[in-house]
Each structure stands twice: as C-alpha cells, then as structure tokens.
T-cell receptor, first 111, second 116 residues
Framework: QKEVEQNSGPLSVPEGAIASLNCTYSDRGSQSFFWYRQYSGKSPELIMSIYSNGDKEDGRFTAQLNKASQYVSLLIRDSQPSDSATYLCAAQNTGFQKLVFGTGTRLLVSP | DGGITQSPKYLFRKEGQNVTLSCEQNLNHDAMYWYRQDPGQGLRLIYYSQIVNDFQKGDIAEGYSVSREKKESFPLTVTSAQKNPTAFYLC???????????????FGPGTRLTVL
C-alpha cells in the first residue's frame, strides 16, 4: 500500500469551475500536509500547508484535512487554464522531517 | 534574490562516469534534501542533511553520495554504481517551524540528468 495516494487523473474541469483534488494517507502519525503544484518540466512550488483538522483558505485555494478519515483535499475555485498542472500531496510525520509524496494528480482546465 | 539554485539545468552522462549536481541556497535554512523524480512516480528521497557536516540516507541512497561542508551547499554525486540514473533531480531546503518539528520544504529548479 502506498503511503500517500492520489488519483493520477487527468481531472478535467471547465474554466470557472471548482476543481477538487483528493489525497489519502496511511501513516496515522502524519501531522503536517502540503500541496505543491508542478508544471510540466518544472520543480514543485508550494501552494498550501495544513496541520489542523478543518479548512484553510488562501485566495482561490482551500485545503481540507480530516485526520480521522486520513484524508486531505485541495479545492480550487474559479479554475483558470493557468491552473493546469500536476498537484502533489505530501505528508510529514511530526518529529521527523521526511516528506512522503503522492504520485500527483494532473489537472486540466479547459477554456 | 533569496532562493535555491541548482546547476546545471541539463546534464548528460556517459555510462561509467560519476557526475556531481550542485545545490546552493541563501535562505539560511538548516536542512537540505535531495529527491529524484521519475515519470509517473512521486518524489523519492535520496539523502538529507539537517545540519552542517551531518547527513542521512533517504529511501534510495544506493549509488549516490553527498557532502555538507557548508550550510549553503549540498552537492549530490551520482556514481557509476547507480543503475538507472536518468531522472529529474530536485534539491530542497527547509527551516524548522515554530510548531514541533514541522517545517516547509522549498524546491530548487531541478537538474535533468540523462545517461547516454
């Protein structure tokens, strides 16, 4: 079983719609979670981090964490074609700095 | 500008050669990391260093070596013992956050290594 799982996609949404990206993790010791965006051929860039159960909003992005269900999600409101990229979910165990990455979900936003 | 730099951007290696990938940061971060990314796979940790003159193996350290003589620099050597070195190599750095051992990793632009 992979430690962090994501649907590889592609997830296709029309411009202006809400894109919902999901991630599950197996290590119950994971305390910190990160979403990175990676354009083709480029390095990952941090979008959001979340540590507590509930929602965290930053502009058009909302991260959601449910530790009981071991589930993390990223919502992108008013999706734009420039949001088309691969989104990587990563989990980190408190007390140990290793990040465990999922394989990423490819998002395609059509004009 | 503060950030992480990696060089070269593209690197071609003949079989049997050792090559060294550079990673430099001026963010004053204590911790540095090397990851490898292959198509269709997530990032896999090669080596990491939490302080100068100390480093630990990650999940796929075989065929790689590192050094951490300066806080700003964490070079990675891909040796001839690495069987499938063609990949995208990413360096990252982080500074411990105020919360217990949580920190955020920031990535350099990457080096794409191809074995000919």
């Amino acid at each position: 079983q992979k430690e962090v799982e994501q649907n590889s996609g592609p997830l296709s949404v029309p411009e202006g719609a809400i894109a919902s990206l999901n991630c599950t993790y197996s290590d119950r010791g994971s305390q910190s979670f990160f979403w990175y965006r990676q354009y083709s051929g480029k390095s990952p860039e941090l979008i959001m981090s979340i540590y507590s159960n509930g929602d965290k909003e930053d502009g058009r992005f909302t991260a959601q964490l449910n530790k009981a269900s071991q589930y993390v999600s990223l919502l992108i409101r008013d999706s734009q074609p420039s949001d088309s990229a691969t989104y990587l979910c990563a989990a980190q165990n408190t007390g140990f700095q290793k990040l465990v990455f999922g394989t990423g979900t490819r998002l395609l936003v059509s004009p | 500008d503060g950030g992480i730099t990696q060089s070269p951007k593209y690197l071609f290696r003949k079989e049997g050669q050792n090559v060294t990938l550079s990673c430099e940061q001026n963010l004053n971060h204590d911790a540095m990391y090397w990851y490898r990314q292959d198509p269709g796979q997530g990032l896999r940790l090669i080596y990491y260093s939490q302080i100068v003159n100390d480093f630990q193996k990650g999940d796929i350290a075989e065929g790689y070596s590192v050094s951490r003589e300066k806080k700003e620099s964490f070079p990675l050597t891909v040796t001839s013992a690495q069987k499938n070195p063609t990949a995208f190599y990413l360096c990252a750095s982080s500074a411990p956050g105020l919360a217990a051992s949580t920190d955020t990793q920031y990535f350099g632009p990457g080096t794409r290594l191809t074995v000919l």
